[in-house]
């Protein structure tokens, strides 16, 4: 073997390598395209590369929403509050809210609260080109994670009310992940509808809860890892 060939070959990365690098500086540019888009009132804007599948993502908050036609995943982490993910298979668009309460006092217009949300959630996926008639929702959330808590059972209403919402809307909902006394990670990826979900075990369910109220779901997230049963 010719000594130079051996040295040049030695000294440069594999072309997988590269790859790779590109790859990552790829998805890092277009992260920080997300990032730099100006955003609508309520929309989610926490925006991370998912290393798990590789995807760019977006987590969503209590209180927010996101719709896309675009390949990312949605992500978020629930207690007693509820994620709708709503899809249209002929547009080949979907997205997903996060709210922590049937109705404010005073209609107030927030998407913490199920009302507005799925209003929210439902009318920036007419504007992006979905029909009403052709969505259809998966439903997560509303678990009873704080034991003996049971005076006013915050997940037991947001679930009722965002199946009896679906329904007066006449959007069939084709699979359902609520109650139970778990906490969860939700996946949904707009394109093609498919939502993944992650049962946790919280060994403090009452900071969950807490983090829930004042709307941080990063914190919900850190304080979730590991432990947990993986329905994938």
Not at 78 to 90: E, F, K, T, V, Y
Not at 202 to 207: L, N, Q
Not at 209 to 220: F, I, K, L, T, Y
């Amino acid at each position: 073997m010719n000594p130079s060939f051996a040295a040049s070959s030695a000294a440069h990365p594999s072309m997988d390598a590269l790859g790779s690098k590109a790859l990552a500086h790829g998805r890092h540019s277009r992260i920080e395209q997300l990032k730099a888009q100006a955003r609508k009132p309520g929309e989610a804007s926490f925006f991370y590369a998912d290393h798990h599948f590789q995807y760019d993502a977006v987590k969503v908050l209590p209180g927010e929403y996101f719709v896309s036609n675009e390949e990312i995943v949605i992500m978020t982490v629930l207690g007693s509050c509820i994620a709708a993910c709503i899809w249209d298979g002929r547009a080949r668009l979907g997205g997903m809210n996060h709210f922590m309460l049937p109705d404010g006092e005073g209609g107030d217009g927030s998407g913490r609260y199920g009302s507005f949300a799925m209003e929210l959630l439902i009318n920036e996926m007419l504007k992006m080109g979905a029909r009403r008639e052709t969505m259809q929702a998966k439903v997560f959330g509303g678990g009873q994670v704080m034991a003996g808590f049971t005076t006013m059972n915050v997940g037991e209403r947001n679930t009722k009310f965002v199946l009896d919402y679906l329904a007066t809307e006449r959007i069939p909902v084709i699979s359902q992940d609520v109650l139970d006394i778990h906490p969860r990670k939700v996946c949904f990826f707009p394109t093609s509808g498919k939502a993944l979900v992650k049962r946790l075990a919280h060994s403090h369910p009452e900071t969950l809860v807490a983090e829930e109220r004042r709307g941080d779901a990063a914190v919900v997230a850190k304080s979730n890892a590991g432990g947990t049963v993986d329905l994938f």
